[in-house]
């Protein structure tokens, strides 16, 4: 029932930055994840409706940044100093869950967009 669109992904170089969007048709704690070539999907960031607590990879910590416009029903992440392993399909998802446990893995997010992809070259 839940409808994700993504969209901001790009060709950029290393060191620039990229602001992705996903429109959300409901109310629910959002996360990003990645996949890259050869890689499996892997957890990006995530930002809980209410209290709007955030959660971040280790790999991305420092350099991304996850926000929300409840009023617009739109989560970004804010993507600085992009690095070459950066590159990858972006995908925004959505899920009931609000706890650690449930943002940070793939298997609690019920409803998923279509994909965006960034690229980022040395």
């Known amino acids: 029932q839940v409808q994700l669109v993504e969209s901001g992904g790009g060709l950029v170089q290393a060191g620039d930055s990229l602001r992705l969007s996903c429109v959300a048709s409901?109310?629910?704690?959002m996360g990003w994840f990645r996949q890259a070539p050869g890689k499996e999907r892997e957890f990006v960031a995530a930002?809980?409706?209410?209290?709007?607590?955030?959660y971040y990879a280790d790999s991305v910590k420092g350099r991304f940044t996850i926000s929300r416009d409840n009023a617009e029903k739109t989560v970004y992440l804010q993507m600085n100093s992009l690095k070459p392993e950066d590159t990858a399909v972006y995908y925004c998802a959505a899920t009931s869950g609000w706890s650690p446990n449930s943002l940070l893995r793939e298997q609690r997010y019920d409803y998923w967009g279509q994909g965006t992809q960034v690229t980022v070259s040395s």
């Open positions: 409901g109310r629910y704690s």
């Open positions: 930002i809980s409706w209410s209290p709007s607590n955030t």
